[in-house]
């Protein structure tokens, strides 16, 4: 094969399941993944009242074992992952030297010395670079597990009853982020309890040889309550209702946690040096005296969608741009998460719009999350 062709997509062990259902395909960070099924509308919807299962099994997962494993990844992280007691996870983010975010991520300490790191799948081989280039000197093993994975989410409030139908594990005593090992229909899985839409929700890590039966077994479970499968295009819409970034769109190498108004990621009081300490120590001090733009929530008065990109302006002056943007299922409007000058970013702020296609469409500020479930 020449160099010029094109890398065919991956496909996860789910991809003839998802064809026999008639899912919409498409390629997303090098892999086939379903869009939608149906009506994207109708899935999340389903997410949002009911239940739905989405296969994420383009997540990357590497796993960091080894005496040193702990340390290597407070060195190599800007979270305190010494601190995550053992069946618990942790959000975090990677970054460059310079404070830039590589990825955000989520970490899991499965035994004293073993934790799963799993990476966004576009940057999924950058993650495991630069943790393997970060282990020089540590006890400890970085190794590349994304084809041992399979990976299903069962989303929604309806989500809890349906895998405890197919499980004796103990999911009343599974906190939000944690995971716990366990059988679900008979197969063997990691469990995990943390979710990217706003929902409650299980994260279901099997061996890629058992994908089909789980699926199949959730799908079965999940009749009576109304479950349906769920692409990535209501994925994106979940998650840009609870207010929750997207590497590539509110997450960039351009960007630190400071400037993402996520510093809280990052534990300058940990022990021992970490990878961006002395960038995002400056970057800590320019954010308290000079606020840098805030990512804020804007709902459209009128009908017309912003894109990621668009231009956000007040008094005919540019003071910010649109990260995503897309019609919200649930409050029937056109929503968009965007970073503006800190003096428009007070929700209710005045004389706000979103340039689209040379009109100025007026916006309300409000503050994230658009959508908060009710405990």
């Not at 300058?268 to 990512?295: H, S």
Request: proline share 6%; with cysteine; charged share 20%.
């Amino acid at each position: 094969m020449s160099s010029t062709e094109p890398t065919p997509a991956r496909r996860t062990a789910l991809d003839a399941l998802h064809r026999s259902l008639g899912a919409t395909m498409t390629d997303f960070a090098g892999w086939d993944m379903p869009l939608r099924y149906g009506s994207e509308r109708d899935e999340h919807v389903a997410v949002r009242t009911r239940a739905g299962l989405f296969d994420l099994s383009h997540m990357g997962e590497i796993t960091v074992t080894g005496p040193q494993a702990a340390a290597l990844l407070n060195h190599a992280l800007v979270g305190n992952i010494a601190s995550v007691g053992v069946g618990r996870a942790r959000y975090t983010m990677i970054c460059q030297a310079d404070g830039g975010i590589l990825d955000d991520l989520i970490v899991y300490r499965l035994a004293e010395h073993e934790y799963m790191v799993v990476a966004n799948a576009s940057n999924a081989q950058v993650v495991l670079d630069a943790l393997t280039e970060r282990a020089a000197g540590f006890e400890a093993e970085v190794r590349d597990d994304r084809d041992a994975y399979a990976l299903l989410a069962v989303q929604g409030p309806e989500s809890p009853g349906i895998l405890k139908s197919l499980t004796d594990a103990d999911l009343d005593g599974l906190k939000y982020y944690a995971g716990l090992p366990g059988t679900v229909a008979g197969v063997p899985a990691l469990i995990a309890r943390t979710g990217y839409t706003g929902e409650d929700g299980f994260e279901l890590f099997v061996k890629p040889e058992h994908a089909v039966e789980l699926w199949q077994a959730l799908t079965k479970a999940g009749e009576g309550a109304g479950l349906v499968p769920c692409g990535l295009s209501c994925r994106d819409t979940l998650r840009l209702e609870a207010g929750m970034p997207l590497y590539g769109h509110e997450l960039t190498t351009s960007l630190t946690p400071f400037d993402a108004g996520l510093g809280r990621v990052v534990k300058f009081e940990k022990e021992g040096d970490f990878v961006g300490r002395e960038a995002l120590t400056e970057a800590a001090a320019r954010a308290e005296q000079n606020p840098p733009r805030k990512l804020v929530g804007l709902v459209a008065e009128g009908r017309r969608v912003p894109r990621a990109g668009f231009s956000v302006v007040a008094g005919g002056e540019v003071i910010g741009e649109v990260t995503s943007g897309a019609p919200s299922p649930t409050l029937g409007k056109p929503i968009a998460m965007a970073y503006v000058d800190a003096a428009h970013a007070a929700p209710g702020a005045e004389g706000v719009g979103v340039d689209i296609r040379g009109s100025h469409e007026p916006y309300e500020v409000v503050a994230l999350p658009f959508y908060k479930r009710q405990k």
